[in-house]
């Protein structure tokens, strides 16, 4: 510190800032000597270069990921698509261009101008898509007349192929196009906009698996924009194969058996708890979106009263109706209140707190023992069984099948329906349970509401001694050399416990419905082999009274209030393999409208076993 | 405090050294990122910066910088403490964790660090330099103190600023002086350092060494800045191609043209006519720094004008090197030119210090 001046006039030390100085200097002509090397004796080649060197890195599009069936035939695909696409630096005059396009591919000038706007976000030397999709003429008019489209390209890009037309719409989802919001999250890093990503079920949570990796292409253009030549190209990898536990031949059969009707139906293996049929009707066509869909139409879907964007087989809530009965059944032979050999006498109708509730048979079924009730659905029977139950006893009973929770399907928008109690009422509506309540729920309505595949769950654990097994739709996930990246093993959520006795009786009664003479699931029966099943009609609106029903007799129901057609069964009885769950809406018979396509879906997987 | 002697004395030719070079860099950012869309243009906040910068230059002047060496110590600690905080708590992008976010900007402790070390090692040397030079057993303490902060960047990892904080502690000990054995013995064990740091690098830094060794290997990936910036330079040809003209500039095949390889974009357009007269003018910055120390009132003024100095060349010289396809890339950006309110606000500390020094060099 201070002044040390007989270190720094040291001539050593003063010869120092020279030699910095010097040192300084001689790198600083190295700089410059290597510049001339590059901008004076090599600039000739490099000056070529750049002129040629217009180099573009390329994107290249990766296919997405196929989607099979169990038994590998293709549901999904891509196919090849032509776009039209202009590289913005290169256009002088927009007008002028948009005009000549438009002749030629009859669109809208306004249509090419929003199309501009949207590719704003671009980087410079990306082009921008202008008509997606285009037929193989408009292709092929657009390279005819290049000369009059400058800066317009014409690409090849994959484009999602469903080749099932929308069968299966629901559980693999559609595509839509990247939005700002999603880029901007890191899961989306890679992506860049214009892509095309998954945004609904499969398509959207297995994203990562189905996306390809982007290859790249180094290209060399002229000042044209034509290319030069290739000098690089990184080839993309498609996205990996997922094979699904669907059998296409049964989704078919569904398809056909369900007809014009709405509704829900699922099939499912009882062991595994994999889903062999998946449909919710009405559906819709995934092409739709798969080149970006149009407002108008997207409108028409979304307000379509039949909800033709929901799956209903998951999301659905439906009053289950007499699918429940063997749930109040199981829950009343293990609680002791009732033996298979109990009478109750049905005359029909049931009156407590002072309400008088009614069978569906108007006479009533006479004396009757648990086959019976199940098997012709006796209403006063369950009333009687399920008032003494109470409601608290039947709803953990229901809840251990699985019911008023969700069961854990693997996609999104899963529904729990309800399954009410006493503390529940108090909860939702801060008031006490009534007897009456417990009547009516007992015959799965009232607050009670079930999913399709929460019904399909249920018979399923009632088929295989209860085991409550989480729905897979997952076989395995493949990659193209044929590694497995994912498979799936069945899980069991839970395992319910009766004695062997309750399940025999309960599933006699089942057998008894589809089989035996006064059974109301007979629609349901094959000759091969033992279906056994339920039927449920489950009421839209309240019962009325019996005024109102004469006079709605004399014209016929609206649609809107028709009771809603279930049908749940397994099979084979002796030996379950495979569980359905079927809702008609305002199928007004379970048994006429949801039993026969119950039975197709069977028919047809015993066909498809035998080789 | 406003002696009249400092404002006779104040430093003008540094001032409008700087001031020049950096409106070169403005007005070459506005060629470099003309094709550019924003609401507030690259160039316009760098001249925000700039003045920015100026203002705290002209601030650090205001003080004696003798009492800077009271708070060498402090500096430091509080720095080194920033960077073991950042490694803990800061921001991480692309894989490097160097700022931390303090709302309105990021600070990047490396950065400080430079200038703390600058500060550190000026008292060191201006206490302990003597004509005899430093054994290598006395060097103990400036290594560990320079070993510190060195690790802890290249734990981020920045390899680049590492490399920069080195280079100015090792120019400022060679000008200290040395023991000639001393001198063999530390070549000896850089090179050590050299192949042990190899094994030591990240792959994609060992990656980035070989790219620069053959950068047309990989012309899509690593190797594309290199061939980019060569081909923008060399055709800039004698003359240049030309204000606002770089083909390869203005079609966006130079990538980080408003950073790292914003020389390129102005070689392109300049030409080595440009260039020239551009590197004249750093280099005559340089020297200029250089006789500010070798004017320096005290020792600690001279180191601390030395380590300034010794900051802007290497910066420089890497960061041009880079750019010409001397050096491999390692993010280092050029002073007053690059885009980039840290570098700017740390060239202009290290600016202010110099005119400080320069500017009060008759006051004792």
């Known amino acids: 510190m201070g002044l040390d001046v007989k270190w720094i006039e040291l001539p050593a030390v003063q010869r120092r800032f020279l030699f910095y100085s010097a040192a300084a200097t001689l790198v600083f002509m190295l700089l410059l000597l290597r510049l001339w090397y590059l901008q004076v004796i090599h600039y000739e080649e490099l000056q070529e270069r750049s002129v040629r060197n217009r180099t573009r890195v390329l994107s290249l599009e990766a296919p997405r990921g196929p989607i099979y069936d169990r038994h590998g035939t293709l549901l999904v695909d891509n196919r090849p698509s032509f776009q039209i696409s202009v590289m913005r630096q290169e256009v002088e005059n927009r007008s002028l261009l948009f005009q000549n396009l438009s002749d030629l591919l009859e669109i809208e000038t306004q249509e090419l101008e929003n199309r501009w706007k949207a590719g704003q976000g671009f980087p410079i030397y990306r082009p921008v898509p202008l008509a997606t999709d285009v037929s193989w003429d408009a292709m092929e008019k657009v390279q005819e007349h290049g000369v009059d489209l400058p800066g317009i390209l014409t690409e090849v890009r994959p484009i999602r192929d469903y080749l099932d037309q929308g069968s299966t719409a629901h559980l693999i989802g559609y595509l839509g196009e990247i939005t700002e919001d999603e880029l901007a999250r890191k899961n989306f890093a890679q992506y860049r906009a214009g892509d095309f990503i998954g945004k609904t079920a499969l398509e959207r949570n297995y994203e990562d698996y189905l996306r390809g990796h982007k290859g790249k292409r180094l290209v060399e253009v002229d000042v044209q924009g034509k290319l030069l030549r290739q000098l690089q190209v990184e080839s993309s990898r498609p996205g990996n194969k997922i094979f699904l536990t669907l059998d296409r031949e049964l989704q078919q059969v569904t398809d056909e058996a369900f007809g014009d009707q709405s509704g829900a139906a699922v099939a499912m293996n009882v062991h595994t708890g994999e889903i062999l049929a998946i449909a919710s009707r009405p559906t819709f066509n995934p092409a739709l979106f798969a080149k970006g869909i149009g407002s108008k139409e997207w409108r028409e879907l979304a307000h379509d009263k039949r909800h033709p964007l929901q799956n209903k087989v998951i999301a659905g809530q439906y009053p289950p109706g007499s699918t429940f009965k063997m749930v109040v059944a199981l829950a009343a032979l293990r609680d002791g209140i009732a033996t298979q050999k109990r009478i109750i006498d049905c005359k029909g109708d049931f009156e407590v707190g002072g309400s008088r509730y009614r069978c569906w048979k108007k006479d009533g079924h006479g004396p009757t023992d648990l086959k019976k009730a199940l098997r012709e659905s006796c209403d006063v029977w369950f009333y009687q069984v399920g008032l003494e139950l109470g409601i608290d006893k039947l709803s953990q009973a229901a809840k251990e099948f699985g019911l008023g929770a969700i069961v854990g399907y693997p996609l999104p928008g899963e529904r729990a329906g309800v399954i009410p109690s006493q503390e529940w009422k108090r909860k939702n509506y801060n008031k006490p349970w009534y007897a009456g309540e417990t009547v009516i729920a007992s015959i799965g309505q009232g607050f009670v509401l079930a999913t399709p595949m929460q019904l399909a769950v249920m018979t399923a654990a009632l088929a295989n001694n209860g085991k409550v097994l989480k729905p897979q739709v997952i076989q395995k996930i493949e990659d193209w050399d044929g590694n497995v990246l994912l498979e799936s093993e069945p899980e069991v959520v839970r395992q319910i416990d009766y004695d062997p006795k309750a399940w025999k009786a309960v599933r006699d009664g089942l057998i008894a419905v589809v089989n035996e003479p006064r059974g109301t699931g007979h629609a349901a029966r094959l000759d091969h082999i033992t279906v056994a099943g339920k039927t449920g009609t489950s009421q839209v609106v309240r019962r009325k009274s019996d005024e109102e029903e004469e006079e709605e007799k004399a014209g016929e129901v609206p649609y809107r209030f028709r009771p809603h057609a279930l049908f749940v069964a397994y099979a084979p009885a002796e030996n379950p393999e495979i569980a359905v769950a079927v809702v008609v809406e305002h199928g007004q018979s379970g048994g006429r409208a949801a039993g026969p396509v119950a039975k197709k879906i069977i028919e047809r997987y015993m066909e498809l076993k035998t080789p | 405090m406003f002696d009249r002697r400092l404002v006779v004395n104040f430093d003008w030719v540094l001032l409008l050294t700087v001031l020049f070079l950096a409106g070169v860099g403005i007005v070459n950012l506005y060629s470099a990122t003309a094709s550019w869309h924003s609401a507030t243009p690259i160039y316009m906040k760098q001249v925000l910066w700039l003045a920015g910068g100026v203002m705290i230059a002209l601030t650090i002047c205001l003080f004696d910088y003798r009492h800077l060496e009271h708070f060498a110590v402090h500096s430091y600690i509080v720095s080194a403490g920033l960077l073991v905080f950042v490694l803990t708590l800061g921001k991480t992008t692309m894989g490097a964790t160097r700022w931390i976010d303090l709302g309105f900007f990021n600070l990047q402790p490396s950065e400080v660090i430079k200038i703390a070390i600058i500060l550190l090692f000026s008292r060191i040397f201006s206490q302990t330099a003597s004509f005899l030079g430093y054994g290598f057993l006395e060097l103990w303490k400036p290594f560990l103190w320079l070993l510190f902060p060195v690790v802890l960047i290249l734990k981020q990892p920045d390899l680049g600023t590492a490399t920069m904080v080195v280079f100015i502690a090792l120019t400022m000990l060679l000008f200290a002086g040395l023991k000639r054995g001393t001198m063999v013995l530390l070549c000896f064990i850089g090179l050590l350092t050299a192949v042990a740091g190899w094994f030591g690098l990240h792959d994609y830094q060992r990656a980035r060494i070989r790219t620069f060794l053959n950068p047309e290997a990989d012309p899509l990936g690593s190797g594309y800045h290199i061939i980019q910036s060569k ?19 203005q ?99 290290g600016v202010g210090l110099l005119m400080n020094v320069s500017m009060r060099r008759f006051m004792f």
Do not use: K
């Open chain 2, 251 to 349: 079609l966006s095949f130079l990538p980080e043209r408003h950073t790292d390889f914003a020389f390129s974009v102005f070689a392109e357009e300049w030409g080595f006519s440009g260039c020239f007269v551009l590197l004249f003018v750093y280099l005559f910055l340089i020297v200029w720094g250089l006789y500010v120390a070798r004017r320096a009132a005290d020792r600690f003024g001279m180191f601390l004008a030395i380590g300034v100095t010794a900051m802007i060349f290497w910066h420089i010289v890497v960061n041009l090197g880079m750019v010409i396809g001397l050096l491999p890339v390692v993010g280092v950006p050029l002073p007053l030119f690059s885009y980039g309110g840290t570098s700017m606000v740390t060239t202009m500390i």
């Open chain 2, 231 to 249: 081909i923008a330079v060399g055709s800039g040809g004698f003359w240049g191609t030309g204000f606002l003209h770089g083909t390869q500039s």
